[in-house]
């Protein structure tokens, strides 16, 4: 058994949020260049695309925890928790276990779901907000695709608990 928490240590924090940082930049020049590409985008100012980017980032959010919460409410009926750590809101479900796949599609099936909304949407509505929406939403994605990339390189990581210290793998199932 250990534990997996990210926030406790600065250095670590600080170089994640560089890596967000990075991630953002990187989504909106990849998404700009590759929608230039296949549609006409409806030029916005930076300002709008800033503000609106991050108000549309919210909603997003939001829909992605709304998400996370009934994909757990469907897996336990213990109560899920919430809680705002660094800026960032985390849903979690202390003492239930998840399996390997289980854990994976907790945490990939969300931003799966989002992306391809945001993706709808951009199709029908090609303003170049959403690509900062988009792009800040990816960046925020990182701390679940990372614990995910954590869970699956270690191969005897059999059940993962999520709670307000971060996520502890264990090897075998721990009794309840």
């Known amino acids: 058994m250990y534990k997996i928490d990210l926030f ?11 890596l967000q940082f990075i991630v953002i930049l990187a989504f909106i020049v990849l998404s700009y260049k590759w929608s230039m590409a296949a549609i006409t985008l409806q030029e916005q100012n930076f300002i ?10 919210i909603v997003v959010v939001l829909c992605h925890e709304g998400i996370k919460t009934m994909l757990l409410k469907m897996m336990s009926v213990k109560s899920r ?5 660094n ?20 945490m990939i099936m969300p931003i799966a779901l989002v992306g391809m909304l945001l993706f ?39 059940y993962f ?12 199932k721990p009794s309840e």
Request: glycine share 6%.
């Open 8 to 18: 406790q240590n600065q250095q670590i924090m600080k170089r994640f949020l560089l």
């Open 48 to 57: 709008t695309n800033i503000f609106i980017g991050v108000i549309g980032f």
């Open 81 to 85: 928790q919430y809680q705002v750590k």
């Open 87 to 106: 800026g960032v809101l985390l849903t979690f479900l202390p003492h239930y276990y998840f399996n390997r796949m289980t854990f994976t599609t907790v």
């Open 120 to 158: 709808i949407v951009f199709i029908n509505l090609p303003y170049t907000s959403i690509i900062f929406t988009f792009a800040i939403y990816m960046g925020y994605s990182l701390l679940s695709l990372y614990l995910v990339f954590i869970a699956l390189r270690d191969k005897k990581a059999q």
């Open 161 to 172: 608990e999520m709670t307000e210290a971060g996520l502890v793998v264990y090897r075998k």
